[in-house]
Nanobody
């Protein structure tokens, strides 16, 4: 089993930057994809960015491409999301996600990001 501990986030002004970190522990060798998702009130949870752990292939939602960067630090088993040019619509609860080769998913507890106009 994999455990995920998120940190970072908080409040930023429009145009500002924030970063999120997620430390992955446990049986990480079964993990294929790591990622960040977010949930905005009254909307379904959506993918923000993902990275394949071994080959570091990345995917981004259209709404964040060019502004957010996901990375995986193998030395510390930390997946990071660097967010720049933040907009109020980026506000929400961000969740770290790990998916195994078998498709089993683990979620972090969530961390709040608030972007003021």
């Amino acid at each position: 089993q994999v455990q995920l501990v998120e940190s970072g986030g908080g409040t930023a002004q429009s145009g500002g930057s924030l970063s999120l970190s997620c430390v992955v522990s446990g049986n990480i060798f079964k993990t294929n994809v790591l990622g960040w998702f977010r949930q905005i009130p009254w909307r379904q949870r959506e993918m923000v960015a993902t990275i394949q752990r071994n080959v570091e292939f990345t995917r981004y939602a259209d709404s964040v491409r060019g502004r957010f960067t996901i990375s995986n630090d193998r030395a510390t088993n930390t997946v990071k999301l660097q967010m720049t040019s933040l907009q109020p619509e980026d506000s929400g609860t961000y969740y770290c996600n790990a998916r195994t080769y078998e498709g089993v998913e683990t979620w972090g507890r969530g961390i709040v990001v608030t972007v003021s106009p």
